[in-house]
């Protein structure tokens, strides 16, 4: 037990690089999930989770659900929007645009306000058409566009939705635990996150945080969902000591546990410093060696990089993959629709001196293809 386990650095937009100890924290004496002893943990975990983004148990609370991260999407646009209103989805990249996909497929009435997908959301557009659709009651925005590494105003964009009397949904996926986030001042209703991102844990455990209000007002809207259902989730946690409705993943919880302790370790600030660390480094590095970076500097989000190919035929992205994945370092492939690119990112539990030992491999595979 507790052997050391080969580190691999993810440069990918999550699950990043863990702890050991985050990974052995999942085993553990097999226990069944309705016992106190573990629904003792799932209530202290969803306390923690509130801690992050600063926001008052007594108005928020976080709902727990088995999933990968979309189905924060999906949990919040199938039960947040009353029947006779729509959401005015804020569409400028992939994930935003997921939003519009969940929409369609619940059958809920959407304003879709697609944007450039290079640039932050325009706030005279968002204001202009929340002035002229009074029938919209929720926004939502998508806080850091992973597909590209662009970063939304949520703030302003939260400001324009409550002075419209519209609550604000955020996916802050690719956020939460890392950029800091503050419930209140940052005018947010609902955020969303994901148990492999931010926190640094295993995959399987992804949560909404929400206005107790604004859920418990939800109880009469339709059911789109049984499975996601917010308020079917919500109460049966507040009837039950944090329980979920249906099994969740155990093990993940677990390893849940122990990232969260080491979180406070670390500490907002210090944590925030390093994955900026990380990325000034890859956006300096990948400038000096001539790579062309298609969003703006000041546009983004510091924890995603999204690079052109290089205009050169020997460049070959499943080369260089393959020959960086086999020295134990993960590069991924991009999501800008019409432009060939891919992506570095900053998540996880890695350091500027990892990028510094990426570096020399990915100069390696550049010399050895022509490139440099
Ligand atoms: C990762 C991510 C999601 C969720 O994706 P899953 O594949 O379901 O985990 C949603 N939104 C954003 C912005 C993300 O980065």
New binding site residues.
Partial sequence: MNDKIKRNVLLN??PGTTTDSVKYAQVVPDICPRENEFTAIMESISLDMLKIIHADPEDFTSVLYCG????C?DACISSLVPDDKRILVINNGA?SK?AVDVCKSYNVPYFDLALPIDEPADLAMIEKILSENTDIAAVYA?H???GTGLLNPIKEIGALAHKFNSIFIV?T??TYAMLPIHMENDNLDFI?A?AQ?GLMAMTGLSFVIGRKKTIEASKDHQVRSYYVNMYMQYKYALENSGQMRFTPPVQTVYSVKQALKEYWQEGEEKKWKRHTAVWESLYDNMKELGFDLPIKKEYQSQLVLSITYPDDPNWDFNKVHDYCYERGFTIYPGKIPGLNTFRLCSYGVIDVKDIEKFLNVFREILKVLSII
């Avoid at 990968?68 to 189905?71: K, N, P």
């Fill in positions: 937009p999550g990968s991260g979309t189905v999407i994930y997921r998508c850091h566009e992973t996916d996926i690719s969303m994901s991102k």
